[in-house]
């Protein structure tokens, strides 16, 4: 989901044209969701504070050779089951990644300066979550397996677990999440 990025403390969701479809029978659920137009994440600007440049880059003028956005549309699917006892469901998506890749060079002219464009890596995800409520606590988890076409692109494994307690008007979180770099390729 693109988020604005132009306020970095309030950092809110962007609307995006899609359409969704839901059937749902006895305990399973399953959703269809498709984008046909591609929503990026809007980006501090350069002259705002919330840029911050490698200190070798002061002084250097900064241009700004646009970005290349994706072709086509973005779609997902998720089945949900709610079993006795838990709730587990598997997710798929195939688009891009609504953070931009950043390829930047040293331009060497009569006035150096840094060149940079952006670009919109190709991502498809395969994931799975569970719920599993005990006696004291409920027990979470859900992973995800990211791949790419694009080169520049890294591929990767990201988890969460988690135990969950409610009392009263109080919630009680611990948990550990997690990152693994399958395929190094930036």
């Known amino acids: ?14 609307g995006v044209t899609a359409a969704r479809v839901t059937y749902e029978k006895g305990s399973d659920t399953i959703d269809a969701v498709y984008a046909p137009v591609f929503t990026p994440s809007r980006s501090p600007l350069l002259n705002q504070r919330w840029v911050i440049l490698p200190q070798e880059t002061l002084g250097l ?11 086509r549309g973005q779609a997902g699917l998720r089945w949900n089951h709610l079993g006795a006892g838990y709730e587990m469901s598997l997710s798929f998506y195939d688009g ?6 950043i ?3 040293l331009a060497p ?6 060149a940079f464009s952006r670009q919109f890596a190709h991502m498809r995800m395969a994931g799975a979550d569970a719920a599993v409520p005990l006696r004291w606590f409920t027990v979470k988890g859900e992973g995800a397996w990211f791949t790419s076409r694009t080169q520049e692109a890294d591929e990767y494994v990201q988890y969460v677990v988690q135990a969950e307690r409610m009392a009263g008007e109080w919630v009680f979180v611990g948990g550990y ?8 390729r930036s």
């Open 109 to 114: 002219a009569a006035v150096p300066s840094i």
């Open 1 to 14: 989901a693109p988020r604005d990025f132009l306020t970095v403390f309030n950092t809110d969701f962007l």
């Open 177 to 184: 999440a997690g990152e693994h770099v399958t395929r190094k």
């Open 61 to 71: 003028p900064v241009v700004d050779l646009g970005a290349r956005y994706p072709g």
């Open 103 to 105: 390829d930047a060079a």
């Open 96 to 101: 891009y990644n609504h953070l931009p890749l």
